[in-house]
């Protein structure tokens, strides 16, 4: 698998309106169930796709918007994140969050960006309260390539589902969410 990363110079396509009436954030918050007073982990924020609205969407819970990258955790500072967004640095894998502390995970096109998703699988277990949920959403390797990272840098759903059921996790959900990109709802096994 491949594992390149996103080009920053890039990112104003990412919060596109066209990308927002596309995947729809309210829809994903929808399906991870969380709660005003929740904490989200929003891996892989980039300049904030989906931390915007799931920190209107948290009310007075957090969302941890988490990126390894300094140029996209920059580009999210300049966009003035109200008080209920924790901007955090990552490293590839660890992360500075306690153990058991995030009722809920979102990945959307991170997870073929991983150089070894099993570790990432772990750090997010070990961060997730039992029965915490995630959400991947990524893209489809089978799809006609008109947009998005290159066939051979992509993972396919049943690969990622092999992944979370080994990392320990109990896939709830799987589908093919848009033309091109498949979704995963799992949840952290107790
Ligand atoms: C294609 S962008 C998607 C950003 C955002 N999730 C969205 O949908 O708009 C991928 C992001 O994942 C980040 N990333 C890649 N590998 C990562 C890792 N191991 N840990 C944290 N962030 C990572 C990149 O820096 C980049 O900001």
């Known amino acids: ?10 990112a104003e396509k990412l919060i596109a309106a066209e990308r927002y009436q596309e995947l729809k954030p309210d829809i994903i918050l929808q399906k991870l ?22 920190a209107v969407a948290m009310g ?3 969302v941890i918007a988490a990126d390894m ?3 996209m955790l920059s580009l999210l500072r300049q966009r003035n994140t109200p008080d209920n967004i924790q901007i955090l640095q990552v490293e590839e894998v660890k992360m500075d ?7 809920a995970a979102v990945l959307i096109a991170v997870y ?11 750090e997010l277990k070990r961060t997730l309260k039992p029965g915490g949920k995630m959400l991947i959403l990524d893209w489809d390797p089978q799809a006609d390539k008109e947009r998005g990272p290159g066939k051979a840098h992509r993972v396919a759903k049943i690969q990622a589902i092999k992944d979370l059921k080994a990392a320990g ?22």
Do not use: Q
Request: hydrophobic share 35%; with cysteine; aromatic share 10%.
């Open 33 to 54: 169930g969380i709660r005003s007073g929740n904490t989200i982990l929003d891996l892989g924020c980039g300049n904030g796709f989906f931390t915007f609205p799931a």
């Open 112 to 122: 073929h960006e991983f150089k070894n998703p099993m570790e990432n699988l772990a």
């Open 97 to 103: 969050i306690e153990d058991d502390s995030v009722d």
């Open 60 to 62: 007075e819970g957090m």
């Open 69 to 71: 990258s300094d140029d």
């Open 169 to 190: 996790f109990t896939v709830a959900s799987h589908e093919n969410y848009t033309l091109d990109m498949w979704m995963i709802v799992a949840h952290s096994n107790t």
């Open 1 to 10: 698998m491949s594992h390149k990363k996103f080009d920053p110079s890039r």
